[in-house]
């Protein structure tokens, strides 16, 4: 069996449960703050746009190797066989986009 509390007990018993009553009601407060909820929804969208902003830079560094890899050979060098054609269809393209905003102008 077990032993009967004295009244001490049960008291501090009460004190002790309130207390940590307290402090979940505070803890609960503090996270349904306005403040608290706005900062958390900054904290994430942030989170997701370091994610995005990497996976971006690092897709574009890969585009990036993949050309150099196809104008630039091994040993460095120019391959001119590819790099002539992509130049004058760059030229080609603003010279089209050039041409097309005088039109709109006049």
């Known amino acids: ?3 009967a509390r004295t009244p001490a007990q049960i008291e501090a018993d009460i004190v002790r ?3 940590a009553l ?5 803890e ?3 996270r349904l703050h306005p403040k608290t909820i706005v900062g958390d929804a900054k904290a994430k969208a942030a989170q997701a746009v370091d994610r995005t902003a990497g996976r971006a830079y690092v897709a574009a560094h890969r585009a990036l190797s993949d050309m150099r890899g196809q104008l630039v050979s091994e040993d460095g060098a120019p391959r001119l066989e590819r790099i002539i054609p992509v130049a004058v269809i760059g030229v080609a393209v603003v010279g089209l986009l050039a041409l097309g905003s005088r039109k709109r102008r006049d």
């Open 17 to 19: 449960r309130r207390q």
């Open 1 to 3: 069996m077990s032993e």
């Open 22 to 26: 307290a402090v979940t009601l505070d």
């Open 28 to 30: 609960i407060g503090v």
